[in-house]
């Protein structure tokens, strides 16, 4: 059974940066198409960037620009590096893969405020 464990969140300010990892235990991983998602309060969840199994990225227009996903195939893990922080991308961040997802973990609360 797959356990994804996602770290490195936090309160920062406008225009901050934070980085986010996210360790898929048990699994194959670098067969998959990995993604970030997140989820305001209030609000349905949402694919914020996804990354290949060979490294090609996309991003969510939203965060275009200001957002890098990478990935270490050996450590299986999947990052996102957050630059220009605004308000609105306050919510918990999550990773899962692509298509048939896995069982989802606990994520990582992101609190952008002044």
């Known amino acids: 059974q797959v356990q994804l464990v996602e770290s490195g969140g936090g309160l920062v300010q406008p225009g901050g940066s934070l980085r986010l990892s996210c360790a898929a235990r048990?699994?194959?991983?670098?067969?998959?198409?990995m993604g970030w998602y997140r989820q305001a309060p209030g609000k349905q969840r949402e694919l914020v960037a996804t990354i290949t199994r060979g490294g090609t990225p996309n991003y969510a227009d939203s965060v275009k620009g200001r957002f890098t996903i990478s990935r270490d195939n050996a450590k299986k893990t999947v990052y996102l590096q957050m630059d220009s922080l605004r308000p609105e991308d306050t919510a918990v961040y999550y990773c899962?893969?692509?298509?048939?997802?896995?069982?989802w973990g606990q994520g990582t609360q992101v609190t952008v405020s002044s």
């Open positions: 048990g699994s194959i991983f670098s067969f998959d198409t």
């Open positions: 899962n893969r692509m298509g048939t997802f896995w069982t």
